[in-house]
């Protein structure tokens, strides 16, 4: 599995995980809902600032959103 879909994984599990819809976390997050549609299909490869900002909201590790 690469990168971008382990980090669409765990990016699609985590956030459901806090019962948010896209739009929900995209708003509390500050990055357009389109971005976190295409983070979650593995379309993007996002920056490390992203990475960093998601994983802050997610109450994670920048790791966490890339592990296996």
């Given amino acids: 599995m690469d ?3 382990r980090l669409a994984r765990n990016l699609r599990r985590l956030r459901q995980q806090k ?3 896209q739009e929900a ?3 509390d997050v500050g990055i357009h809902r ?3 549609s295409d983070l979650e299909r593995g379309a993007r490869n996002p920056t490390v600032t992203i990475i960093d ?3 802050r909201f997610l109450d994670v590790t ?3 959103l890339l592990d296996e």
Wanted: aromatic share 12%; glycine share 6%.
């Fill in 3 to 5: 990168i971008r879909e």
């Fill in 19 to 21: 019962n948010l819809s």
């Fill in 25 to 27: 976390f995209a708003h």
């Fill in 34 to 36: 389109t971005y976190i």
């Fill in 53 to 55: 900002k998601l994983a």
């Fill in 62 to 64: 920048p790791g966490t």
